[in-house]
């Protein structure tokens, strides 16, 4: 009882010099010091600018559980990796992204505004209305039924309108392959058909949306980024894209069938 009354006296001296600042402590009487230095419990907030914390003042260190987003400084040289000053934050003199060096296309079409995806599902309450939708594409998927989902109408409208400019020679400057002809055929079709019925079914757009995507993607790889790379192979390390690979060899010999 002695001893560990004695010890419970000590360790709380101990925490007791540690928060004056003191680098002793004792022990059965004789004077001891730490092994290693006071350390800060929690990092509190984090200095502006810097992703690194400052330490507190001796006086201020107290008693408290570990922080779990303590950022431990192991060396005092460390630098800020937030600086724009940084060699490795700076920009490379006159480069251009990929993406900017590919040509545009010979025409745009003009694309109805998205007012739903701008606008209404940016809204605070836009958690609630989704909630609402996903409850009632249960209820009607029980039932063996498609469910709609009215925003996707624009989304459809807009699928018209770029799959005609596709087909009219807008978009591409080479025509389009048979098969890619084929591919695109269908699409379009059931497209105009969910159009002219104004039934946004969700699955269906769904499947028709991705489909026009992978299509657009294989016929820029084969006109635009190939004959880019050809030119700038220096390009060919920033469009490495194996999944681009595994879809194209699917589609062809799935012969570009779509998902019903």
């Known amino acids: ?150 925003p996707l109408m624009v989304t459809l409208e807009n699928m018209q309108t770029f799959i005609k400019h596709i087909e009219a020679g807008k978009q591409f400057k080479e025509p389009l392959t048979q098969q890619e002809s084929a591919a695109l055929k269908p699409i379009g079709q059931q497209t105009a058909k969910l159009v002219a019925a104004e039934n946004p079914l969700y699955k269906r757009t769904l499947h028709l949306a991705l489909s026009l995507m992978i299509l657009c993607e294989i016929i820029t790889q084969r006109q635009v980024i190939t004959s880019l790379l050809h030119k700038k192979p220096r390009c060919r390390n920033s469009y490495q894209s194996p999944m681009r690979s595994r879809i194209s060899v699917r589609m062809n010999q799935s012969c570009w069938r779509l998902c019903p």
């Open 1 to 150: 009882m002695k001893t560990g009354t004695q010890l419970y006296a000590n360790t709380q001296a101990r925490t007791l010099n540690t928060a004056q600042g003191q680098n002793e402590g004792r022990h059965d009487g004789r004077p001891v010091k730490p092994l290693s230095r006071p350390q800060q419990a929690c990092c509190a907030k984090r200095t502006a600018g810097s992703p690194f914390t400052s330490p507190l003042p001796a006086k201020q260190l107290a008693l408290q559980e570990p922080c779990p987003y303590l950022v431990v400084q192991t060396s005092p040289d460390c630098p800020d990796l937030s600086d724009p000053g940084l060699p490795i934050n700076l920009p490379i003199p006159h480069f251009i992204p990929l993406e900017k060096q590919v040509p545009r296309p010979p025409f745009t079409p003009r694309l109805k505004e998205d007012l739903h995806l701008t606008t209404d599902f940016q809204a605070d309450n836009s958690l609630t209305f989704i909630e609402k939708q996903l409850t009632e594409r249960r209820r009607v998927e029980e039932k063996g039924k498609e469910f709609v989902f009215a």
